[in-house]
């Protein structure tokens, strides 16, 4: 054998150990002394290789062939080095479009802001095989904040995580803090952000729910229940409980919030001494009056500058019947400058059956503002007679109405608060997923609980977008979908004919 074939084959072996010694770390992930050994020697072996061709190598580097092989070598090498540093680039800065009408991938608001308040970590064990659904989510919280750590657990691979999570399943994901666990109902945006509050923050603050007056029913599930409402304060992280003041009349110390919804029957006056006290104490109240209802909270509204119109609000605008209800259900787009409408935009929010109110700014102690209002098309009517309704001038209210309104007055330290909304029907299981209904109701508990941070509009759902077509526009299509490439072939065809 001469020296050439010698050195050749030696050049051969040496990149052949290389080879396999890189390919078996990158199997076992592991650089053991067997590896490197096969990484030496196959160095060696190319370094005599090179020494042994260095005469021919130095003279094939004179060939104009070679330089031209260089060079094209050198702009192959500096392509992929801009490529592979604008991927490095994508990957430490990268950026999401998210095309979809309703912003279906983007986190909504709410979740943004309890992203940016986490000062613990929070991991999220997910217990599958697999990463997806999961995995893809998280990655947008991570995106937010580097407090989220992500783990999947595959059980069988680790039993001793049940000890940890005790009944747990394949498919579940829990969020884990401050010692703390909260298994997630569904895998999305909703109960992830709500798992979060609830294992990173204080001690849940409680919504109490008066009842013994005709009220909304806390865990009614028909049309005009609140369960909905009850189970989106969960979800925020609130614990919500019924109380009565028939049976002992005080408001409960741990009652951060109190709503009165839609009282049918008068409070007793000892009721109303009491609710009178306790917000005169600095306390937090939603107050929400049908135009039938017989309770008599003049007096006590009368305090918070605020007087309730004996009304019902009738609006027959273009904007108005928008919601395909009548007039008899006004669309609100117009809110006043609050928290809690700041992110409403041009969201709407309905109001069947609802009367006006108006506030008082000659009293100077209480801070007022005009959260909901009508369009200048619609009025109060004052004496509605069945179905028929009509503007009488000197008797009806003008528009636009005020249907909601908040109070602030100083206590001492405190700030009391009180939200009154003239109507309770729209934050029902019939309503409160129309337009901004649902976050109307839990931004006002939001603001009322001092919880400014959790105000916004919640995770959205996809919109319905079926087209539907008649039994003739189905026909007129079909005959389109077939003539149109009929007619294609039939011009080739033709065409050809001629040219033949």
Not at 289 to 315: C, G, M, Q, R, Y
Not at 347 to 353: E, G, N, Q, S
Not at 363 to 374: G, M, N, R, S, Y
Not at 477 to 494: D, N, Y
Request: proline share 4%; charged share 25%; glycine share 8%.
């Amino acid at each position: 054998m001469d020296r050439n074939k010698l050195l050749n084959y030696l050049g051969t072996l040496g990149g052949a150990l290389l080879v396999a010694g890189l390919l078996l770390y990158s199997i076992y992930e592991v650089m053991s002394k067997w590896y490197w050994a096969l990484l030496i020697a196959g160095g060696l072996l190319v370094l005599v290789w090179l020494a042994g061709n260095f005469g021919n190598i130095a003279a094939s580097a004179q060939k104009r062939s070679t330089r031209l092989g260089a060079n094209a070598l050198v702009i192959s090498l500096a392509a992929l080095a801009i490529f592979g540093f604008i991927n490095y680039l994508g990957y430490k800065k990268h950026k999401k479009f998210d095309l979809t009408a309703e912003k279906l991938f983007t986190l909504s608001d709410q979740t943004k802001k309890v992203m940016a308040d986490l000062k613990n970590d929070v991991k999220v064990f997910y217990f599958n095989k697999t990463d997806e659904p999961v995995a893809t989510l998280v990655e947008q919280y991570r995106d937010l904040s580097s407090r989220i750590i992500y783990e999947r657990v595959d059980l069988q691979a680790r039993p001793e995580m049940a000890a940890q999570f005790p009944g747990v399943r394949p498919g579940e994901t829990y969020a884990v803090a401050n010692n703390r666990k909260e298994k997630l109902a569904t895998p999305d945006e909703q109960s992830l952000t709500s798992a979060i509050m609830k294992v990173t923050r204080e001690q849940a603050k409680t919504v109490c729910f008066l009842e013994g007056h005709g009220e909304r029913e806390l865990a009614g599930g028909g049309p005009e229940g609140y369960v909905t409402i009850d189970n989106k304060l969960k979800g925020d992280n609130y614990a919500t409980k019924t109380i009565s003041l028939v049976t002992k009349n005080e408001i409960p110390a741990e009652c951060s919030v109190l709503v009165v919804a839609g009282p049918k029957k008068p409070l007793l006056p000892g009721e109303m001494d009491t609710l009178s006290k306790w917000m005169d104490a600095g306390g937090k109240m939603m107050l929400e009056v049908d135009p039938d209802s017989e309770a008599d909270v003049d007096a006590f509204l009368k305090n918070w500058a605020i007087e309730l119109h004996k009304d019902t609000a009738i609006d027959y605008s273009a904007i108005g019947q928008l919601s395909g209800a009548g007039a008899g259900v006004p669309l609100v787009t117009d809110f006043g400058s609050h928290p809690i409408t700041k992110t409403f935009g041009r969201l709407p929010t309905f109001f069947p059956i609802a009367r006006s109110l108006k506030t008082d700014s000659a009293k100077t102690d209480v801070t007022t503002t005009e959260l909901l209002k009508t369009s200048k098309e619609s009025f109060g009517e004052t004496e509605l007679k069945g179905n028929q309704a009509k503007m009488d001038e000197g008797k009806d209210i003008k528009g636009p109405l005020t249907l909601g309104a908040t109070a602030t007055k100083k206590v001492g330290a405190k700030d009391a608060r009180l939200v009154v909304i003239g109507d309770s029907d729209f934050a029902s299981n019939a309503y409160q997923r129309q337009g901004a209904n649902g976050d109307l109701f839990v931004n006002s508990i939001n603001w009322l609980a001092e919880e400014e941070d959790l105000i916004s509009i919640r995770p959205k759902s996809q919109t319905n977008r079926d087209v539907q077509l008649s039994s003739v526009a189905q026909n007129l299509l079909f005959w389109i979908i077939i003539f149109m490439p009929l007619a294609v072939v039939v011009m080739g065809i033709s065409i050809w004919w001629k040219r033949r």
